[in-house]
């Protein structure tokens, strides 16, 4: 089973980015995808996820408006655009895959910063 994030970079405040993660190793289309985040010094936080069946898509409260999760089952892919970037936003992004079993990506790295 593998969960790989990409699309991390330095950005400045108000850019955007879209992360991409690819899976692999396990039934894509049968498990709810999330998108979680890690401050330095804080804990890691739920930012949006997506249903497996038909989409359906939740997000926390500091990223509703400016983020957006979706998948491609036939790529076997979810991803999160990201726009309005801020500061706080800065964070090591990990992907989840949730069913039976739980699974996670290593992470990439979002800098948001002038």
């Known amino acids: 089973v593998q969960l790989v994030e990409s699309g991390g970079a330095l950005v400045q405040p108000g850019g955007s980015l879209r992360l991409s993660c690819a899976a692999s190793?396990?039934?894509?289309?049968?498990?709810?995808m999330n998108w979680y985040r890690q401050a330095p010094g804080k804990e890691r936080e739920l930012v949006a996820g997506?249903?497996?069946?038909?989409?359906?898509?939740s997000y926390a409260d500091a990223v509703k408006g400016r983020f957006t999760i979706s998948r491609d089952n036939a790529k076997d892919t979810v991803y999160l655009q990201m726009n309005s970037l801020k500061p706080e936003d800065t964070a090591v992004y990990y992907c989840?895959?949730?069913?039976?079993?739980?699974?996670w990506g290593k992470g990439t790295l979002v800098t948001v910063s002038s």
């Open positions: 997506i249903s497996d069946d038909y989409g359906m898509t």
């Open positions: 190793g396990f039934t894509f289309s049968r498990y709810f």
């Open positions: 989840n895959a949730r069913a039976l079993k739980d699974y």
